[in-house]
């Protein structure tokens, strides 16, 4: 993809001449897994003032997607839902994580994550969401309980078959802050590392007592990357979204909040003179009903949560250039009455769109052999972006 001659027009044409020449050589062996493995080290490892982007390849190579594949997506835990989406025993909804089939599930205890693949002769065996004491299959009816566990298999006689321990795989789950989380990993890394000084920043705001209102599902034509770098940086805000959000959270109030092991965030910061937009949890101060912050908790969550709002999106790479995002919204209390939350529900609808088009036609331009990555704007704008990719070259 890449050749000495093409690494010197880029030049040529940007202006851009921030690689050593042991970068400029990486470069020059194009989609060589190893090299960009390399590049990225070097790329983490710059001086903080002086970030710099990906470059496109990154966010299209299906060899580079492969390798995130086996790494950080293979391991990592995945916000799949919020607990109250499931309140009652039985409540169960379907989904798929990397290629894998899942029944995330209420049972009398806990919320489980099962494989939603018949031990027989592998037919999911339910699908989209509902309630449901037992999940029977459609092929042969094998019968199964809400944990897992073989209940039936009728006329089954096979002496190799030992229908007592027979039952469905089943993946790690943890609850926090009201969000499911999933690792399809034998030995998931720990979450808690991972979260340590999330909980500082999102507790105050009683993140486990927001109820579920809204949840849509969507495929986005851009690299997961792009759009968790996307939902992560005050940047953009104003430029993209001069209706839906700058009003409330202009550019030029972003400021950069902390980051963790495995999360980032930022402020979305409301100008001092509009009113606050609910009073949320008991004792949260007054700064934090002026602003949103956004946190991405890696590889695939991203969310905002301010005093009566929270909206998490949950990505699900498909490819190098798609992502399934389910979104979902939720309240707390009874701040905001059913004419707010619908004109909440719409408001994001488009703050989403408006994103979704611009990623989408970036998506294509990062073909380009001109997309080298370029310069990150500070801490205040992008700071989050330059985690992501520090985190990101931990993984791989
Ligand atoms: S495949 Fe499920 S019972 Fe046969
Ligand atoms: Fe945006």
């Known amino acids: 993809m890449f050749n000495a001659h093409s690494i010197r027009a880029v030049r040529r044409h940007t202006g851009y001449r921030v690689m050593s020449k042991a970068q400029s050589k990486v470069m020059m062996s194009g989609t060589d897994v190893q090299a960009m493995r390399a590049e990225l080290q070097a790329l983490a490892g710059r001086p903080e003032d002086a970030p710099w982007g990906l470059a496109g390849r990154f966010y299209t190579d299906p060899a580079f997607f492969e390798e995130e594949c086996n790494g950080p997506l293979a391991d990592g835990w995945y916000c799949l839902a919020r607990a109250d989406e ?11 994580l990397m290629g894998e089939p899942l029944i995330l599930v209420r049972d009398d205890t806990r919320i489980r994550a099962l494989s939603n693949v018949c031990r027989h002769r592998g037919m999911p065996l339910v699908q989209g969401q509902g309630n449901s004491s037992r999940f029977v299959c459609p092929y042969h009816a094998w019968t199964y309980g809400t944990d ?3 209940m039936r298999a009728a006329r089954m006689k096979n002496a190799d078959f030992d229908a007592a321990s027979c039952r469905l795989p089943e993946f790690e789950t943890a609850e926090r802050f009201g969000f499911v989380y999933v690792s399809l990993a034998a030995n998931p890394p720990d979450l808690d590392a991972a979260l340590t000084g999330l909980g500082d920043l999102i507790s105050p705001y009683a993140p486990e007592a927001y109820r579920i209102v809204h949840a849509a599902t969507e495929v986005w034509q851009t690299n997961w990357k792009c759009l968790v770098e996307n939902f992560m940086e005050g940047y953009h805000l104003s430029v993209v979204h001069p209706e839906t959000l700058h009003g409330y959270t202009p550019t030029g109030l972003s400021r950069k909040g902390p980051n ?3 999360f980032t965030s930022y402020f979305a910061n409301y100008p001092r003179d509009i009113p606050s937009r609910g009073m949320g949890a008991p004792g949260l101060d007054d700064d934090a009903r002026h602003r949103s912050t956004l946190f991405a908790v890696f590889p695939a969550q991203v969310a905002s949560i301010a005093a009566s709002l929270l909206v998490s999106l949950s990505l699900f790479p498909q490819g190098p250039g798609a992502v399934r995002v389910r979104w979902t919204m939720s309240v707390h209390g009874d701040d905001l009455d059913d004419e707010t939350i ?15 088009e611009k990623l989408e036609a970036m998506q294509q331009a990062l073909n380009s052999v001109h997309a080298t990555g370029g310069p990150l704007a500070g801490d205040d704008y992008e700071g989050t972006v330059r985690d992501f990719q520090t985190w990101l070259a931990g993984q791989i």
């Open 86 to 96: 499931l309140p009652h025993a039985g409540d169960f909804l379907t989904l798929e």
């Open 148 to 150: 897992g566990a073989l």
């Open 260 to 262: 963790g092991p495995g």
């Open 342 to 356: 619908a004109a909440r529900i719409a408001l994001w609808e488009e703050v989403n769109r408006e994103d979704r």
